[in-house]
């Protein structure tokens, strides 16, 4: 089945440590997004990429960078993780950036800083 | 700028009641509506969405919404739930290129 895959389920780092969370899709689409999600708290856009062209949001900390080196594939880096880093990381993809265009979720990295 | 709200944190009831989730939004132009559920440590998966056109929206797993453009509401409806239901639902938004932004979400509690 087509889907958003995001690896791992589950990472542990340490206060400092550069980490990298992935995402992969196999659903072909153009856009992919990643959003930071916070225990009991709603979704919060990091970026986004349209194909190639990377969209930071304006309140997105400079720690937080993403890498898209294809079609298929992005990246979430976070250079010095902090303890208020640690969430639910979601990976999302849409076939374009019409508005109102669906977006597809991956299961999320759950991230804690030690 | 637009904004959503869920009035409700936390729902609970009983197996096979209905239920009713509150959403109101905030937009000066058109907006385009959208419900997500959320199940433990999984992401974000889409219940139903209101672009235009019949203001009675159906979506999967029985969910129903109705866009309501004088109460700036866009409720979440189900006439009977059950126990796999439990989950945490977001209300959202767009208006601009595809982005999405979200309301507080309402955490589903459905007792035996």
């Known amino acids: 089945d087509a889907m958003v895959i995001q690896n791992p389920r589950y990472q542990v780092t340490q206060f400092g440590k550069p980490v990298t969370l992935s995402c992969s899709q196999t659903?072909?689409?153009?856009?992919m997004y990643w959003y930071q999600q916070k225990s009991s708290q709603a979704p919060k856009l990091l970026f986004h990429?349209?194909?190639?062209?990377?969209?930071n949001e304006a309140d997105t900390p400079d720690n937080f960078q993403s890498r898209r080196p294809n079609t298929s594939f992005c990246f979430l880096d976070i250079r010095s993780p902090g303890l208020g880093d640690a969430a639910m990381y979601l990976c999302a993809t849409s076939r374009g950036n019409v508005v109102a265009e669906t977006q597809y979720f991956g299961p999320g990295t759950r991230l804690l800083v030690l | 700028a637009q904004s959503v709200t869920q009035l409700d944190s936390q729902v609970p009831v009983f197996e096979e009641a209905p239920v009713e989730l509150r959403c109101n939004y905030s937009?000066?132009?058109?907006?385009?509506l959208f419900w997500y559920v959320q199940y433990p440590n999984q992401g974000l998966q889409l219940l139903l969405k209101?672009?235009?056109?019949?203001?009675l929206v159906k979506g999967i797993n029985g969910f129903e919404a109705e866009f309501n453009k004088s109460q700036t509401s866009f409720h979440l409806r189900k006439p009977s739930v059950h126990i796999s239901d439990t989950a945490e639902y977001f209300c959202?938004?767009?208006?601009?290129?595809?982005?999405?932004?979200f309301g507080g979400g309402t955490r589903l509690m459905v007792k035996p």
């Open positions: 659903l072909n689409h153009n856009v």
């Open positions: 209101y672009l235009s056109g019949s203001t």
């Open positions: 959202a938004s767009n208006n601009a290129g595809n982005m999405l932004t």
């Open positions: 990429y349209y194909d190639k062209d990377f969209n």
């Open positions: 937009s000066s132009v058109s907006v385009y």
